[in-house]
C-alpha cells in the first residue's frame, strides 16, 4: 500500500512523516524535476507501507515546480491513499487545499495536527461534525508531543474513504464543466485545470479557451479568481460550520521586535555573524581532528607500505577524495545543518527574508536568497543546496553565480595562510574587498543580463515555535547523506585522475603547454599550476600543494610577493572545488554547473592578469 | 432619520449642482418635487438644521458638503437601479426613472454595490452606468496604509505570482490587516485568514484596497 502525506507548509508535515517513518528515509528526486520527495517504508498490521512526503503546498492548482509535482501524483493515482495534514489553529485556510484535493476520488484521512495550538487560541473543533461533513474519517493529533500519530496508520488502513463534500462553483463555471464534458468526456479537475488553462490537453485547449474568455467577460474576473474565491467561501463556511472561537488570539510579543528595522536588524546581523563564526570554528576544529586522522590512520600508514607505485598513487587518490569529502562533509555540513535546521524550525528565517528583501533585490533576488549567500562563507556546498527554497530558476541561477564566488572557509585558509602570513595582513583584507567587489558586480550585472523577470516574495511568515531536536538531527543527518552520494563519486574520480596524470607525467606535460600562458598571462612560475588543479578537490588543498611543490613551508624562498598575492586571489575565485561543482550540477544543472565554472576561471585569470599588469607598469 | 423627501431634495440640488447650477430657488424646487411652497420650506429648515443645506440671504438654497454627499449617494442610487429595470428588465425609461425614484430611498448601499458590479459585467454600454463610471475612484495600493489598518481588496492587477497569492486568500473582496511595514524596505506584512504574510514592494504594488472599520 503506498500513503501520500500532502498538507500545506509549516503544517507539522514532515514532523508526522518522519515519526512515522522512523530514520529509514530516502530522497529520490521525482523524475524531471529537482523537487526532492521523501519516502520510507513502515509495517502496520501485517502490510507493507511505503510512505511518501509531497512537498508542502498551498494549492493543487499551483504553477510552481512543487505543486505541479504533486499534481501530477495525484491526478495519476500512484498513491493508494492520502494523509491529508491540517493545522487545526488554521483551519479554514488548509480546507481550501482539502476541498481541492477532495474533488479527486482518492481514500483520505484527514490529519488534524496542532490541536494544543488551536486550543491555546480558543478554538473549538467538532471532529465529529467535521468528518461527517467531509465524508472522511478525521484524527485529532499532537505531533510534537506525539499524541495520536500510532493511531493514523491504522486508522488509514482500515477507513480511509473518498471525500464526498463538494465545492459550489458559480453557475458559468459549473456550465463551463458541463459542456467540455459533454465533448470531451473529461472529468470535473479535469475541465477546472482546463479552464483555468493550466494543463490540457491540444483538442480541448480551443473550446475551453472560448469558454474562459466568455465567463471572463461576464465576470470580468479571472477564471482563476472565481474558481478560488468560490473555494475560500466553501472553506470558509465548513470552517465556521465546525469551528468555535471562544476567544481572539494574541500573537507573541517577541515577534513584534524581529521585524522592525531596530533591533530586527541588528538581530538578523547577530544571527548570521554569530552562525557564521560557529560553523567557521567549530567546522574547522572538526576538519583538523579528521585531516590528522586520516593522515595518522590511513596515508602515512599506506605511503609506509611501499606498494607498487601505480597501486599506491591510486589508493593514495581515493584516500584523500576521502578525507576531502568527509573533511568537508561532517564538520561544515554537518554544523551548517544542525544550526540552519534549528532556526528554520523557530521560523526566524521568514523575519530575515522580510528585512533582507530590499537588499537582495539589487541584485536580482529576494529576501529569501540572504540564508545562502551568507553560509557561503563557511561552505558553498550547503549553501548551494539551501537555493531549493528560492522560488524562481532564474534566482536560482543568480544566486549560484555569486555563492560560489563568496569565499568560503576553505578559501579563507588559502589567503590567511599565503598573504597574511607572507604579505601583509592589509594585503589579505584587500583580497576579501577585490572579491566583494567582483561579487556585487556580478549580481548586478547579472540581474539585468539574465532573462526572465523578478516575481516578488509572497512568504507566509509562521508563529514562532520551539524546534524539535530529534526533527533537526533527522533532517541533518538526510542533507549530509545526500551530499555525500552526491560528491563522493564526482571526487573520488576526479582524484584518481588526478593521481594518474601525475603517476604518467602528463601534468608534467600540462605544465609545459600551459607554462608559457601562466608565465606571461599572470607572471607565475609553472608548478603553481598543479596547486591550482590540486585547488580543485578540496580549496586549500592549493596552499598544501603549493608547500609540497615548492619544497619548503617559507613561500618567499621561491616565489615574490606579488607573486603569492596573485596566486592567492586566482585560486580564491578560480573553479569552485568538485563537491561544488557537484551540487551546482544536481541543483541547477550540468549545463549552468559549466558556465558557472568557467566563468570564475575567467574571472580568475583576468584579475589575476589585471594585476600582473599593473604590477608590471608599475617600475 | 431622514425622509424619503429630504433625499429626494438632496438629490435634486446635487444633480443641478452637477449641471453647473451653483444655487437653486425655492420656487424650482418645489416645482421639481411637486410640493407645495409651505411644505417645503419645512423642510428646508429641517435640513439647514441636520447642517445639508445653507439657506442663503437671497432665498437661494446650496449644498453643505454633507448635504452632497448624501445627494451624490442618492444620485447613484437612481442610476444604478434605473440602469437595471431599464437595461435588464426592459422597462421603459420613464417608468424605471419613477420606480428607481421609489425604491432608492430603502435599498442598502450594499445592495446597490453589489448590483452594480452585476450590471457593470454584461451590461457595460448602458448609458448611465458610463457616467458613474468616471466618478468611480482609484484606490491606492495596500503599500500605502498605515500598521494596523483593515483593509477590505478591491483590485488584483496580473502578476507572476497572482495564483499564489489567491490560494492564499489574497482576493478582492478579502479583508486583511497591516501588521508590518518598514521606512526603507518596502515590503509589508499582512495578515489574512489569521496567517501573517510577508510580501515584496512589487507585489504590494499590484493590490489594491480601501480602508474599513
Redesign the interface.
Known amino acids: 500500500m503506498k500513503i501520500g502525506i500532502i498538507g500545506n507548509p509549516n503544517v507539522g508535515k514532515s514532523l508526522i512523516f518522519s515519526s512515522l517513518s522512523g530514520v529509514g528515509v530516502e530522497v529520490t528526486n521525482y523524475p524531471g524535476t529537482t523537487v526532492g520527495l521523501q519516502s520510507g517504508t513502515v509495517c502496520c498490521q501485517k502490510n507493507q507501507i511505503e510512505l511518501l512526503d509531497l512537498p508542502g503546498i498551498?494549492?493543487l492548482?499551483?504553477?510552481?515546480d512543487e505543486e505541479s509535482l504533486v499534481r501530477d501524483v495525484i491526478q495519476h493515482k500512484e498513491i493508494d491513499a492520502l494523509l491529508v495534514i491540517t493545522d487545526a489553529?488554521?483551519l479554514?485556510?488548509n480546507l481550501?487545499l482539502l476541498l481541492q484535493i477532495a474533488e479527486y476520488d482518492i481514500p483520505l484521512v484527514i490529519v488534524l495536527n496542532m490541536v494544543d495550538e488551536a486550543k491555546k487560541q480558543g478554538l473549538i473543533i467538532d471532529t465529529g461534525r467535521l468528518s461527517h461533513l467531509i465524508g472522511s474519517p478525521v484524527i485529532e493529533t499532537i505531533a510534537t508531543e506525539g499524541k495520536n500519530i500510532d493511531k493514523i496508520l491504522p486508522l488509514t488502513i482500515s477507513e480511509a474513504t473518498p471525500a464526498t463534500i463538494p465545492v459550489f462553483y458559480d453557475r458559468h463555471i459549473e456550465a463551463g464543466i458541463r459542456s467540455l464534458n459533454k465533448m470531451f468526456g473529461i472529468s470535473k479537475t479535469e475541465a477546472l485545470l482546463a479552464l483555468q488553462g493550466i494543463e490540457r490537453r491540444e483538442e480541448i485547449t480551443e473550446a475551453s479557451d472560448t469558454i474562459s474568455t466568455e465567463i471572463e467577460?461576464?465576470?470580468?474576473?479571472?477564471v482563476?479568481?472565481i474558481i478560488?474565491?468560490n473555494r475560500?467561501h466553501a472553506a470558509k463556511n465548513l470552517a465556521s460550520e465546525v469551528c468555535q472561537k471562544t476567544k481572539r488570539?494574541e500573537h507573541s510579543g517577541i515577534d513584534r521586535f524581529l521585524?522592525?528595522?531596530i533591533p530586527g536588524i541588528p538581530i538578523l546581523l547577530c544571527v548570521i555573524i554569530g552562525m557564521l563564526l560557529c560553523v567557521f570554528i567549530i567546522g574547522t576544529w572538526m576538519e583538523e581532528q579528521i585531516v590528522l586522522l586520516f593522515d595518522n590512520l590511513l596515508i602515512n600508514p599506506l605511503l609506509a607500505l611501499h606498494l607498487d607505485p601505480l597501486v599506491s598513487e591510486i589508493a593514495f587518490s581515493v584516500l584523500i577524495a576521502l578525507q576531502a569529502g568527509l573533511g568537508i562533509a561532517f564538520p561544515f555540513i554537518l554544523t551548517f545543518y544542525l544550526l540552519i535546521s534549528y532556526i528554520e524550525d523557530t521560523g526566524y528565517m521568514?523575519r530575515a527574508?522580510?528585512?533582507a528583501?530590499?537588499t537582495m533585490?539589487h541584485f536580482g533576488l529576494?529576501?529569501q536568497a540572504i540564508i545562502p549567500m551568507v553560509l557561503g562563507f563557511g561552505c558553498n556546498v550547503p549553501a548551494i543546496m539551501g537555493i531549493r527554497n528560492l522560488t524562481s530558476k532564474r534566482e536560482r541561477i543568480i544566486a549560484s553565480f555569486l555563492i560560489t564566488m563568496v569565499p568560503c572557509s576553505a578559501r579563507t585558509v588559502i589567503i590567511a595562510g599565503i598573504v597574511a602570513a607572507f604579505v601583509g595582513i592589509a594585503y589579505a583584507f584587500s583580497i576579501y574587498l577585490i572579491i566583494f567587489f567582483l561579487l556585487i558586480l556580478t549580481g548586478f550585472i547579472f540581474s539585468r543580463v539574465i532573462p526572465g523577470?523578478?516575481?516578488?516574495?509572497?512568504?507566509?511568515?509562521?508563529?514562532l515555535r520551539k524546534p524539535s531536536l530529534y526533527q533537526v538531527i533527522i533532517r541533518s543527518w538526510i542533507h549530509i547523506r545526500e551530499f555525500l552520494f552526491i560528491a563522493m563519486p564526482l571526487l573520488i574520480v576526479s582524484s584518481i585522475i588526478l593521481g594518474i596524470f601525475e603517476y604518467f607525467g602528463i601534468l608534467s606535460v600540462i605544465e609545459g603547454v600551459f607554462a608559457p600562458m601562466m608565465e606571461s598571462l599572470l607572471g607565475l612560475p609553472d608548478f603553481v599550476l598543479t596547486a591550482l588543479l590540486f585547488g580543485i578537490l578540496r580549496k586549500e588543498m592549493a596552499f598544501e600543494t603549493l608547500v609540497v611543490l615548492a619544497g619548503t613551508a617559507d613561500l618567499l624562498t621561491v616565489m615574490t610577493k606579488v607573486q603569492l598575492y596573485i596566486f592567492a586571489i586566482v585560486s580564491t575565485l578560480f573553479v569552485p572545488c568538485i563537491s561544488t561543482i557537484a551540487v551546482l550540477g544536481h541543483e541547477i544543472g550540468w549545463r549552468y554547473a559549466f558556465l558557472i565554472s568557467g566563468y570564475t576561471i575567467l574571472l580568475g585569470l583576468a584579475t589575476g592578469a589585471v594585476i600582473h599588469g599593473i604590477n608590471l607598469m608599475i617600475p | 432619520m431622514i425622509e424619503p423627501v429630504d433625499e429626494d431634495l438632496l438629490e435634486h440640488l446635487f444633480l443641478s449642482e452637477k449641471n453647473g447650477k451653483q444655487s437653486v430657488t425655492r420656487e424650482e424646487i418645489a416645482n421639481a418635487l411637486n410640493l407645495p411652497l409651505s411644505e417645503l420650506d419645512d423642510i428646508l429648515l429641517n435640513l439647514a438644521g441636520s447642517n445639508d443645506i445653507v439657506l442663503g440671504k437671497n432665498a437661494d438654497i446650496s449644498l453643505t458638503q454633507k448635504g452632497r454627499r448624501t445627494g451624490e449617494k442618492i444620485s447613484r442610487k437612481h442610476s444604478v437601479l434605473e440602469c437595471f429595470l431599464h437595461e435588464m428588465l426592459g422597462m421603459s425609461m420613464d417608468t424605471a426613472s419613477k420606480q428607481a425614484c421609489l425604491i432608492e430611498h430603502n435599498t442598502s448601499d450594499e445592495t446597490i454595490d453589489r448590483l452594480d458590479h452585476y450590471l457593470?459585467?454584461?451590461y457595460r454600454w448602458c448609458r448611465h452606468r458610463k457616467k458613474s463610471r468616471q466618478e468611480e475612484r482609484e484606490y491606492p495600493s495596500i503599500g500605502t496604509f498605515q500598521e494596523g489598518d483593515r483593509i477590505l481588496i478591491t483590485v488584483?492587477n496580473?502578476?507572476?505570482?497572482?495564483?499564489?497569492?489567491?490560494?492564499?486568500?489574497i482576493?478582492?473582496?478579502?479583508t486583511i490587516i497591516i501588521k508590518?511595514k518598514?521606512?526603507?524596505?518596502?515590503?509589508i506584512?499582512i495578515e489574512v485568514?489569521?496567517?501573517?504574510?510577508?510580501?515584496?514592494?512589487?507585489?504590494a504594488s499590484i493590490i489594491t484596497g480601501e480602508k474599513v472599520g
Open positions: 498551498y494549492s492548482d499551483g504553477l510552481s489553529a488554521h479554514e485556510r481550501y467577460n461576464e465576470h470580468r474576473m479571472s482563476s479568481q478560488a474565491a475560500h488570539m521585524t522592525k528595522t521568514t527574508a522580510f528585512l528583501d530590499r533585490h529576494h529576501g523577470q523578478q516575481l516578488g516574495m509572497v512568504l507566509e511568515m509562521p508563529p | 457593470s459585467a454584461g488584483m496580473a502578476c507572476p505570482r497572482t495564483r499564489r497569492l489567491m490560494d492564499i486568500g482576493l478582492p473582496g478579502e508590518r518598514l521606512g526603507a524596505n518596502k515590503s506584512v485568514k489569521d496567517i501573517e504574510i510577508c510580501l515584496s514592494p512589487e507585489i
